[in-house]
C-alpha cells in the first residue's frame, strides 16, 4: 500500500508547469538586475530619439 501511494507521489506532474514559470521569472529578474544600468540607458535613448522625431514632425 504505502508503495503504491509513495509511485503515485513520485509519478505526479501536476506542479510542473507552476515550478518552471516560477523559474522562468526568477531567470529574467535576475537578468534584470544584471543588464539594469544598460537597460536604463538604451530606454533613455529611444525615449530621446522618439522625443526628437516626434517634435520634428509636430513643427
Do not use: H, P, Y
Not at 509513495?6 to 510542473?16: E, S
Request: glycine fraction near 6%; aromatic fraction near 4%.
Amino acid at each position: 500500500m504505502i508503495k503504491k501511494e509513495l509511485k503515485n507521489l513520485k509519478d505526479d506532474n501536476r506542479g510542473m508547469g507552476t515550478v518552471e514559470m516560477i523559474l522562468i521569472i526568477v531567470v529574467l529578474i535576475g537578468l534584470v538586475l544584471i543588464f539594469k544600468t544598460q537597460i536604463q540607458e538604451l530606454a533613455a535613448t529611444v525615449f530621446e530619439k522618439i522625443a526628437a522625431d516626434s517634435s520634428a514632425i509636430l513643427s
